[in-house]
């Protein structure tokens, strides 16, 4: 398992400022591979690890068994811009993507729409990683009040 970490993965791992109790959302996790590294440094946090592919999916379900057993990993299919919180489901902390379109430049329509999605689900100081730096680059994600004091939802 800890050797089907790419150098590449591990070292976007690696870079997330991870803490035990962090609540992490992948985009475009993939056969879950990062997810999984992730979840194995979490003790009381948990991620959510979503895809848009059935089969990258169900790849990443069979693959982490004991992760989401254990309660720190699960996995949900839905694209990127029709991702909202469930109910009951706690806001996360820092969301990660890796060769994501929609926020790496390559679809910027797109991105707009995933980056409101990331809003609506993150805490007010969560924070954004894509690949494409070293080994990370962080994104603003857009906040409609800088105080996040949205109270009423009208």
């Known amino acids: 398992m800890p050797g089907s970490l790419s150098p590449r ?5 690696n870079a997330l400022p991870l803490q035990p109790h962090s609540r992490v959302l992948e985009i475009g996790c993939g056969p879950g591979a990062a997810a999984r590294a992730v979840a194995a440094r979490l003790t009381t946090g948990h991620i959510l690890a979503i895809d848009r592919s059935a089969t990258a ?6 693959a982490a068994v004991d992760e989401i057993r254990s309660g720190r990993m699960s996995v949900r299919r839905v694209a990127a811009e029709d991702f909202v919180l469930q109910t009951q489901e706690e806001p996360y902390e820092i969301v990660f993507a890796v060769r994501v379109g929609a926020l790496d430049g390559r679809h910027p329509e797109a991105g707009q ?41 009208m």
């Open 9 to 13: 993965l591990a070292a976007i791992v």
């Open 57 to 62: 999916i169900a790849q990443a379900e069979a």
């Open 113 to 153: 729409q995933v980056l409101q999605r990331i809003a609506g689900a993150t805490k007010a100081d969560a924070r954004l990683f894509i690949d494409g730096g070293d080994p990370l680059r962080e994104l603003p994600i857009p906040r409609l009040e800088p105080n996040e004091g949205a109270r009423r939802s």
